[in-house]
């Protein structure tokens, strides 16, 4: 008996030295600092609150500002956003009656309902700016920029979503196919470096933010990739049990899973750009700082242990408003 409790107290032993041995050799990969990154960021708390303000105030300025574009710019908006949600048959019908509608749009709304519903929207600016500030380890925000770096990132994003609605047009079937997918990888990339930039206020170099871009735009792009498989299931099932409301509800759902893709790229970039390692040292190029000159001094990392609790933790975020400088 004493011996088999001590084979057995050896075997507990030996198998908590393999996980401690394990535990620590991923302690030093570059995909866990990613994660210890995320948790850091309170990725799963403040991925539901950017998607829902992706629903409430990005979506439908979409639809707001589409009424006041050009029949034919109007339509390759409404091309892209469907194709990126993944939005067929009876749901799709729905969103072409409400590009459609324009011009009881354009009347409801006037000018200067179309002027503050851009600034309503930079709520949604306004959480997205808080992933980057908080992934990069940034300080504590001005509120003055805000008026003026939303409404650019929502222009931006709509001159993008306008260029990949005609590229689809011209390239995306047939032979062309191929190059329309390079082409939007590409323009997907670019805009998520271009985001980067300004939601960091430009204090972080061009050439440091490479990574989080090309991680955002690959994540995002086979994500939306991915929603035309499985997001049309989810929207006639919602639809044909809550009605519209369901069609709602599956459009949140996209929008967390879009969000949870933005937290990766907007983490792996600053673990891969900090890396001593070849790696980091191929980012940094022969430049070893990460901040253009002149710039604030980031904040420290934590000091204590993450734990997976910490992803759905809710802070205050009275200390980490956006919009540095």
Not at 67 to 82: E, G, K, V
Not at 155 to 164: E, I, K, N, Q
Not at 201 to 229: D, E, F, H, K, M
Request: aromatic share 10%; with cysteine; proline share 6%.
């Amino acid at each position: 008996m004493a011996n088999e409790r001590g084979h057995l107290q050896s075997a507990i032993a030996a198998t908590r030295d393999r996980i401690d041995a394990t535990r620590d050799w991923a302690q030093d990969r570059l995909l866990w600092r990613v994660w210890e990154r995320m948790l850091e960021t309170e990725f799963v708390d403040r991925s539901v609150a950017l998607a829902g303000k992706a629903f409430v105030s990005f979506f439908p300025l979409i639809i707001v500002v589409a009424a006041f574009m050009p029949p034919h710019i109007r339509n390759s908006i409404l091309t892209t956003l469907t194709s990126r949600l993944g939005v067929r048959g009876a749901s799709l019908n729905l969103a072409k009656e409400a590009f459609a509608s324009s011009e009881d749009i354009r009347r409801a709304t006037g000018i200067l309902g179309l002027l503050l519903t851009f600034f309503y929207a930079t709520s949604f600016t306004t959480a997205l700016q808080r992933v980057y500030l908080r992934a990069w380890r940034r300080p504590p925000a001005k509120k003055g920029g805000a008026y003026t770096r939303g409404p650019i990132w929502l222009v931006g994003l709509l001159v993008y979503m306008a260029l990949m609605g005609g590229l689809r047009e011209v390239l995306g079937s047939g032979p062309g196919i191929g190059l329309f997918a390079v082409a939007a990888l590409l323009l997907s990339t670019g805009g998520w470096w271009f985001t980067a930039w300004l939601m960091l206020a430009g204090q972080v170099r061009w050439r440091v933010l490479l990574p989080t871009a090309i991680i955002t735009g690959v994540a995002t792009s086979g994500y939306a990739v991915s929603a035309n498989i499985w997001m049309p299931n989810v929207v006639s099932e919602n639809q044909s049990q809550f009605g519209f409301i369901g069609v709602s509800l599956a459009l949140v759902t996209w929008f967390s899973g879009a969000a949870i893709c933005i937290f990766v790229g907007a983490c792996g970039g600053p673990v891969f750009a900090e890396d001593p390692g070849p790696l980091g040292r191929l980012i940094r190029g022969s430049d070893p700082e990460l901040l253009v000159e002149g710039a604030l001094p980031s904040r420290p990392a934590p000091t204590r242990e993450l734990r997976v609790r910490d992803a759905f933790r809710s802070v205050d975020d009275a200390d980490d408003d956006p919009d540095p400088g």
